[in-house]
């Protein structure tokens, strides 16, 4: 904090930060309305089955993500095995397949038609269903396992770090007290690493919470689908708002738990001290365990679904490779480039007036602006639409006063509003690259270069800017990724006859069909590995 910014750059980050958190006041504001017909019917008949499938859900994924991901990573950080370096990265690809898709694959597998029934039935010669008993595929608990498949990297990510930055002398000492591996496992790695696990478990029940498209598949009415269904059948925005304040309710709750537990963490850091890693060497009956229970996660979590919708689309690729297919293709990519530029000039913005200006209220707007990607995109999708509609009433109004005829909806009913949407929710993934780049910048760079004569805009564009490239090139990727993948908020606010790669392959996954969106699907899941593989490579150039 050394330079006297002008009061400009003050006004245009507030302007920025408050054109952010916009939707989520505008959404308290509209759950306040009165609408009793709507949201009483809702309380009376079906709410409360939202609310208890919200919970049970997001506590069985945490509970299924959690067992997935902790034998994982202990024994990816604590053993040598065959093909552990080959596993500490693959079992982060999970994260890049879309929840949806996943679910629809393993439906096509277990159900009833498909061959892992119709192969029992021929082999033990059942007729009817009646013969024997099946798990519902379609059911809570599947959409649950299906969650936990494809969120417990979250977990694992964090507790394979917090495992291996465990001090090597405290290995040392439960060895020489004659703690077995398991022992020190169970006594010593894994509560030391409970604040890693806490962190990790919140991430994965708050995308539990955000994801729409497998409960909606799978037809397990939650608050996600509720606010969905509230807003296109009983197009009450208000009763909407509603719902949408209640997720959000169970939303802050869950973040100020990570808080909690991020605090505990940082604390419990500066009690340890790193050092060399001595890992136990597996061998016979142990190593083939832990590399058929690693390579099984893998399979069972991204190979076999991978390799289903690239067989998928082998069969149908005539009729996939069209011209619909080129036009969606060409809306995700422009917009998710268009957003991603915008998050990043805002995150440029926002984190040089915090690091540079002398006032402390200036470090409020990068704050307010990181809210934004705590709303889930349904919720998200609702607080934009209540702003925005009420713009566009008044934009006709005014015309129609001046004897001009109305222009229509043309803030709700163009691509506009949901570039603002992906602007809104993103902005938060950018902010963080940028920030944690500029804590690598010495302060004594800053004031070198106003000792030289440098302005606050000269210093930004000629010192900042070009070391701060890394960051940048990882907010404008990371945002980009998760513009092309994001569901919720397309669906919801896409205009009348516009489609992008994701509302595109769900429309297939709705209709049971998506061997003809499989090529799609592929795209989406192969630009995600980008990602991954960058911050795979940046976690190994740190240690």
Same mark, same amino acid.
């Given at each position: 904090m050394i330079l006297g910014l002008a009061r400009r750059w003050s006004v245009a980050s507030y302007t920025l930060a408050l054109l952010i958190v916009m939707p989520l006041i505008a959404l308290i504001l509209q759950s306040l309305m009165p609408d009793e017909a709507v949201f009483g019917h809702l309380i009376d008949t079906v709410l409360p089955t939202y609310i208890s499938n919200s919970l049970l859900l997001m506590f069985w994924v945490v509970i299924g993500a959690l067992l997935l991901a902790i034998p994982a990573a202990?024994?990816? @950080? %604590? *053993?040598?095995?065959?093909?552990?370096?080959? $596993?500490?990265?693959?079992?982060?690809?999970?994260?890049?397949?879309? @929840?949806?898709v996943v679910a629809y694959v393993y439906t096509d597998l277990l159900d009833y038609a498909g061959p892992v029934q119709r192969s029992l039935r021929g082999l033990l010669g059942w007729q009817t269903p009646h013969d024997y008993y099946f798990p519902e595929v379609r059911s809570l608990g599947g959409a649950a396992i299906m969650l936990a498949l494809v969120l417990f990297p979250y977990i694992y990510l964090l507790a394979r770090t917090a495992f291996m930055e465990q001090s090597a002398s405290l290995g040392h000492a439960a060895r020489v007290m004659g703690c077995s591996p398991w022992k020190s496992f169970w006594r010593l790695s894994l509560p030391m690493a409970r604040p890693a696990l806490a962190v990790g478990a919140t991430l994965v029940a708050m995308e539990t919470a955000a994801d729409f498209a497998t409960v909606s598949y799978f037809a397990v009415p939650t608050l996600t689908t509720a606010v969905y269904d509230t807003w296109f059948e009983y197009g009450s925005l208000t009763a909407a708002a509603k719902l949408s304040t209640i997720m959000l309710f169970v939303i802050f709750a869950m973040i100020g738990f990570e808080r909690f537990a991020r605090r505990k963490q940082q604390l419990f850091q500066k009690q340890s001290s790193p050092g060399e890693l001595d890992r136990y060497s597996l061998s016979g009956v142990k190593a083939f365990a832990a590399t058929g229970y690693c390579f099984g996660l893998l399979t069972l979590a991204f190979l076999l679904p991978f390799a289903i919708l690239l067989q998928y689309a082998w069969g149908y690729f005539a009729e996939s490779w069209n011209? %619909? $297919? $080129?036009?969606?293709? $060409?809306?995700?990519?422009?917009?998710?480039?268009?957003?991603?530029?915008? *998050?990043?000039c805002i995150g440029i913005v926002l984190m040089f007036v915090r690091r540079v200006s002398p006032r402390r209220a200036d470090m409020l707007p990068s704050r307010l602006a990181s809210t934004g990607y705590a709303l889930p995109g349904t919720v998200l999708a609702i607080g934009i639409l209540v702003p925005f509609t009420q713009l566009d009433f008044a934009i006709n109004d005014v015309a129609e006063y001046f004897g001009f005829e109305g222009p229509g909806l043309i803030l709700t009913g163009s691509v506009f509003i949901l570039v603002c949407a992906f602007c809104i929710r993103f902005a938060a993934i950018a902010i963080g690259s940028i920030e944690n780049s500029y804590k690598r910048i010495s302060p004594s760079l800053d004031m070198a270069s106003v000792t030289l004569g440098l302005t606050p805009k000269a210093l930004l564009a000629r010192v900042h800017v070009p070391l701060l490239r890394k960051g940048i090139f990882a907010g404008l990727l990371l945002v980009f990724i998760e513009c092309m993948k994001e569901l919720p908020a397309a669906l919801l606010l896409r205009p009348i006859g516009f489609e992008n790669l994701a509302t595109y392959v769900f429309?297939?996954?709705?209709?049971?069909?998506?061997?003809?969106?499989?090529?799609?699907?592929?795209?989406?899941?192969?630009?995600?590995?980008?990602?991954?593989?960058?911050l795979n490579r940046s976690l190994e150039q740190e240690k």
């Open positions: 202990w024994l990816v @950080a %604590k *053993c040598r095995f065959p093909g552990r370096n080959i $596993f500490q990265w693959a079992l982060l690809l999970p994260l890049a397949m879309p @929840a949806y011209a %619909k $297919f $080129f036009e969606y293709s $060409f809306n995700s990519l422009w917009i998710s480039l268009l957003v991603s530029v915008i *998050c990043v429309q297939f996954v709705s209709d049971e069909q998506l061997e003809h969106g499989a090529l799609a699907a592929i795209v989406i899941v192969l630009v995600g590995l980008v990602p991954l593989i960058y």
